[in-house]
């Protein structure tokens, strides 16, 4: 053989970059490996489960023949292939399907299974129903305690309101003592801290503000002939009775 001429132009044009024989060495690796796997699952002996099964499928696949003696005597009885059973033809065409058992679990074990997994999910889809009330419930119960709240601020403005027109009022006719303690704003004390303290002590008593405000609303009617709502003092009841719409805020709207 002669030596290569490292001067040629075919040494020269030689691909000679960095890496490229690595990456050929590890295709060719893949493709032999490869071809083993095929080699491999080709020559693998089948186990007696997969033989069964490929007979059983090729058998339920085709349809029974003459040598059936099931089929044989069908035909006898005038039946014919693809005609439903019975004697109206209301029966059925394709034999019952065959349901091969592959598990090691008892018969009814996989209804139970089914039934378990629907209980649970209806059991889960309980505790969403239910939760979704308790939070539309807690929400609506927000809703009233937030309306009861802002009802009861309104009263007792509508109240400080009324017992500042009757001070006003029992005043101006020199009435010097309530008829009832907190007909009257009660005077400020130094020791109170804050507007809210006052707020407290000038609604505190037995009584709900609901029921002051009735009380002192006909008070101011029936005494002074004054309507707390409309903010005018009448000149007797027939007027305050013939002018005036009601006793209560509601009347008025």
Same mark, same amino acid.
């Given at each position: 053989d002669e030596e290569e001429d490292y001067m040629s132009d075919l040494f020269i044009k030689q691909d000679v970059r960095p890496g490229l024989p690595m990456m050929r060495r590890m295709k060719e690796t893949i493709q032999k490996e490869?071809? /083993?796997?095929? &080699?491999n699952e080709k020559n693998r002996?089948?186990? #007696?489960?997969?033989?069964?099964?490929?007979? +059983?499928?090729?058998?339920?696949?085709?349809?029974l023949g003459t040598e059936n003696k099931g089929f044989a005597l069908l035909q006898k009885m005038g039946y014919k292939s693809g005609q439903a059973l019975g004697k109206s033809g209301e029966g059925i065409v394709e034999p019952i399907?065959?349901?091969?058992? +592959?598990?090691?679990?008892?018969?009814? *074990?996989?209804e139970l299974k089914k039934r378990k997994a629907e209980e649970k999910l209806e059991n889960y889809r309980q505790k969403l129903h239910m939760k979704k009330? &308790?939070?539309?419930? &807690?929400? !609506? /119960?927000f809703r009233i305690r937030f309306k009861n709240k802002q009802e009861e601020r309104k009263m007792e403005g509508d109240? +400080?309101?009324s /017992? +500042? &027109?009757?001070? /006003?009022? !029992?005043?101006?006719?020199? #009435?010097d003592v309530p008829k009832e303690t907190w007909f009257w704003l009660e005077p400020e004390e130094e020791d109170k801290k804050d507007e809210e303290d006052e707020e407290d002590e000038c609604t505190s008593s037995d009584r709900s503000v609901s029921e002051k405000l009735h009380i002192l609303t006909?008070?101011?009617?029936?005494? *002074?002939?004054?309507?707390i709502w409309c903010g005018?003092?009448?000149?007797?009841?027939? !007027?305050?009775?013939?002018?005036?719409?009601?006793?209560?805020?509601a009347d008025h709207d």
């Open positions: 490869e071809k /083993q796997k095929e &080699a002996q089948k186990s #007696i489960k997969e033989e069964e099964k490929e007979r +059983r499928d090729l058998v339920l696949k085709s349809a399907p065959l349901n091969i058992k +592959r598990g090691l679990s008892g018969l009814g *074990h996989e009330q &308790a939070n539309e419930q &807690a929400a !609506d /119960q109240l +400080r309101k /017992q +500042r &027109a009757c001070q /006003q009022l !029992d005043m101006q006719k020199d #009435i006909a008070y101011l009617r029936e005494e *002074h002939f004054y309507c005018t003092t009448y000149e007797d009841s027939e !007027d305050l009775s013939s002018n005036c719409p009601g006793d209560s805020a």
